[in-house]
């Protein structure tokens, strides 16, 4: 009774209870000549922090999926840092720190280097949590997760067995409380407990698994993958925005493409993505899609860059161009019934997830900037391809014309025009012209109504246009 009234008294969270899944784990130590990580693929940022842990005192490891990615013989892409000690007493030891998440607190320890910073992960350990209350919904989905807890524990709270090992920089060791080494060898995406309990606790973890699959090539567990499809709706009680942050890690992981069939097998995509649902029963819409995440893929893969306003631009084309038509036929013109068609698309209630307002300006300039390439005349086309975007625009035009939303000559023509001189720019304006006036379009904009020449009186003066307000002449 004392120890409740001191728990709502100091606004802890219900005391974790001890099990076999937790703190009773004895971690398997796994030595350099089994695990064979390559230390040049370490963060030397990363080894910092643990090192400054350390001598502060504390246990601090690098965890989760950098140390999957090392024991594959992959170069990391971010670094997380698990410690026992508190978000508080790790702020004071990092001059560049700063406490994020109300969930789930956590802290990121900043190093600016020559190319761009680089953001350390650091979490304390965490305590299993059993009880219904201010910390755990109904549902099961946890509410809070800042009650900290022992080692063991912490690696009982860890998704998937790959997942769960620690790696110490010092030591060379590896940690595995739940046999990730053996999963790996085997190639087993593999949940730790309960599977159906712990996808309640996050539903995001449907998605991890999708994309841990989609990106290492393993398979998923039957009694990991056999709740996902009885549970998919636990999807929509996420916040939007980190649904957008997971489904952007997917697209970003270098094997979207496999991701989204894996999201269609799964039958999350429906939820999930319901604007992809619809497109991928269009045979046009579906290989569109397909060339500009498979693009997107071999990108990342060799270590290009990729925008994801590009990504969702392309995933989001085939609702916007049929709603685009469609108020075409209306009588709309051109560019406002693309600016009101972008309007329709983009909102939350249409795509399902919170796209970031910074993705969204580099959408609406993609798609804005698509029929312009309809206009080769004049001086225009040289203004066009000094545009900022244009190479975005340009790139997303090539992929319209080789899957049929415009004309495959349009996007030689183009390709043509940007590696051209001067001279054979001039050449090609003239072939332009001449394929305008044989398809019966006015050159340039095939929406602009010619202008009618002023009538002439019978004594010779022009009569002049309107010319502003009925006729009145403007100061």
Not at 306 to 332: C, H, I, Y
Not at 394 to 413: A, E, H, I, N, V
Not at 419 to 439: F, G, N, V, Y
Request: aromatic letters at 8%; glycine letters at 8%.
């Amino acid at each position: 009774m004392i120890t409740k009234f001191l728990d709502r008294l100091l606004r802890r969270g219900p005391r974790p209870k001890s099990d076999q899944s937790g703190a009773t784990l004895v971690a398997h130590k796994v030595s350099k000549k089994s695990h064979q990580i390559n230390p040049a693929l370490l963060s030397k940022n990363a080894v910092k922090v643990t090192h400054t842990l350390q001598q502060a005192g504390y246990k601090a490891y690098i965890v989760g999926g950098a140390v999957r990615d090392l024991v594959l013989g992959i170069a990391p892409k971010d670094f997380d840092v698990a410690t026992n000690a508190t978000p508080e007493q790790v702020q004071k030891l990092f001059r560049r720190s700063r406490l994020i998440g109300r969930r789930f607190q956590i802290v990121h320890v900043t190093y600016f280097g020559k190319d761009r910073p680089e953001i350390i992960e650091v979490s304390t350990f965490r305590a299993v949590l059993e009880s219904v209350g201010e910390h755990i919904a109904e549902s099961g989905r946890i509410l809070r997760d800042n009650v900290w807890g022992t080692h063991a524990e912490d690696a009982a709270r860890r998704d998937f067995t790959i997942n769960a090992m620690y790696y110490d920089p010092s030591s060379e060791t590896v940690l595995d409380y739940h046999g990730g080494m053996g999963d790996i060898r085997s190639k087993t995406i593999r949940m730790i407990g309960n599977p159906t309990k712990r996808y309640r606790e996050d539903p995001v973890r449907m998605l991890r698994a999708i994309r841990f699959a989609a990106k290492t090539g393993f398979q998923i567990e039957p009694k990991t993958l056999a709740p996902i499809h009885e549970l998919g709706q636990l999807i929509h009680d996420v916040p939007s925005a980190r649904l957008f942050d997971e489904i952007l890690k997917l697209l970003m992981s270098g094997h979207a493409w496999a991701g989204i069939q894996a999201l269609r097998h799964a039958n999350l995509h429906h939820g999930l993505l319901p604007f992809m649902a619809r497109a991928l029963e269009d045979p046009q819409a579906a290989q569109f899609i397909e060339e500009a995440l498979r693009n997107t893929d071999e990108r990342i893969q060799v270590g290009k860059s990729v925008s994801p306003g590009f990504l969702f631009a392309a995933l989001l084309w085939p609702d916007l161009e049929k709603q685009w038509q469609s108020l075409r036929n209306t009588g709309m013109p051109t560019v406002a019934a693309l600016h009101a068609a972008i309007d329709a698309v983009v909102a939350p209630s249409h795509t399902g997830i919170s796209i970031q307002r910074r993705h969204e300006g580099d959408m609406r300039d993609i798609w804005t900037m698509q029929p312009r390439f309809e206009k080769r005349v004049g001086r225009y086309p040289d203004r066009l391809v000094e545009v900022p975007r244009f190479r975005a625009g340009y790139d997303f035009m090539l992929l319209r014309s080789q899957t049929g939303y415009c004309k495959p000559s349009l996007g030689q023509w183009w390709t043509d025009f940007y590696h051209a001189d001067l001279p054979q720019r001039e050449a090609l304006l003239a072939t332009a012209k001449l394929e305008d006036i044989d398809s019966g379009q006015t050159p340039g904009n095939p929406n602009r109504k010619r202008r009618r020449r002023p009538k002439k009186t019978k004594s010779g003066p022009e009569i002049q246009p309107d010319s502003g307000l009925n006729g009145a002449k403007q100061n």
